[in-house]
């Protein structure tokens, strides 16, 4: 993973995650080239809890989270997917 930052108003949080981009069959509906695949685990967020509209920064480059989609085994988070536009 590298660092990665969100922030939501004056709270901003560091976190590790696997950036990825989109394969070019991915690019359907709301998916652009500017989108990118985050993927973090919750251990590396704390309590913060990533929502649409939040601010991103990673390697330098900025963007906006477009959606943020837990996923689950039973009630636990074990991870996020999270949708990043880029500026």
Known sequence: ???VA???STTEQAAV???RGYKPEQLVGIITQKDRE???SP???GSF???ANDDFTAGGQLGK???AEPI????TIVRWNIQVRLN
């Open 1 to 3: 993973g590298q660092p």
């Open 49 to 51: 809890v990533p929502k």
């Open 6 to 8: 969100f922030r939501r």
């Open 43 to 45: 251990s590396s967020l």
């Open 17 to 19: 995650g696997f950036v």
């Open 38 to 40: 985050v993927i973090v």
């Open 72 to 75: 689950q085994m039973g009630t």
């Open 65 to 67: 989270v477009i959606a």
